[in-house]
């Protein structure tokens, strides 16, 4: 596998900590302290189908791709208002392809769970070339009273267009069943035969044990891909880590002993934006002109469930 293309689309709305402060019982200083974040995009005129479509088009127009000639795509999205059909259907029919396609709900690990994918699929001679979309709208699953959840959320989309090569170097997947962790229940139809409590609840998040299994999966996660591949550290570009909050970035960064100019991010503009977050980052960095052919990147993120998931990639581009 390799990555020919990438695209993202943010919502117009920006959403600062001061215009927090308008209705929390928050501050600029208390949400910047504790997540690094200063600002994110928030959905209001858009709806994410447009987010993804427009992400997914800038992808192939990157990768010099026409849709005629996707072999498949994958959709990676925790929640929208449809229950059905997935959003990859509405995303086909969208950019006009024609290939099959399905979502998967791998939470913040989604884009690496999806490269994996295409990375079997690619090497099994299933398909030539694939098209990922990452669509996310967590604002959509918090509750805008909590000032502990709310705050650390954004709404993106980001997609890249693999195909055939030698890119991927290693990956690595993992879930630890931990669903008490970080969770919401949604609201399902009522039936006349269902019995007892079948309340429903905006996201629920208990932020220290978040925060430890995110440090020490991700450091985990990524000594055991350099040791695996033989890569030293130092010949590592960047570590492209998922965008939830800059404490645990740091953390990750001091385990691993590496410089900050290292670990790019957004996440102090953009928020936490779930598997959306790794495919808009790396977008930035390539249209920024950050990454030059043959520059090896690490790939980390995590999330409910939970689940982790880190790939070291060969920039090909």
Known sequence: MKI?????ANPSCVVTNQ???????????????????KERRVMSSERLIDLAVSAANKALADAGVG??????IICSNVVNEYATPAMSCMIQGAIGATC???DINAACAGFIFALDMAEDKLRAGKAD???IVCAEEPTRMVSWEDRNTCVLFGDGAGAA??????AMKAVKLTTASRTDVLYQLRRLEPTPYLQGDHSFAPLVMKGRDVFKTAVSSSTADIKDLLAR???DSADVKYFVLHQANERIID??????GEQPEKFPHNVERYGNTSSASVPILLDELSREGKLQKGDILVLSAFGAGFTTAACIIEWTK
Do not use: A, H, Y
């Not at 267009?161 to 030698?166: E, I, L, R, T």
């Open 4 to 8: 020919l293309g990438t695209g993202c």
């Open 19 to 37: 215009m927090l402060e308008g209705f929390l019982d928050t501050s600029d200083q208390w949400i910047t302290e504790r997540t690094g974040i």
């Open 67 to 72: 849709v005629e000639e996707l072999d498949f």
């Open 100 to 102: 099959p396609c399905l």
């Open 129 to 131: 070339k694939i098209l």
């Open 161 to 166: 267009v693999v195909g055939q090569g030698d």
């Open 229 to 231: 591949t033989g890569i």
């Open 251 to 256: 953390s990750i960064r001091g385990l691993l």
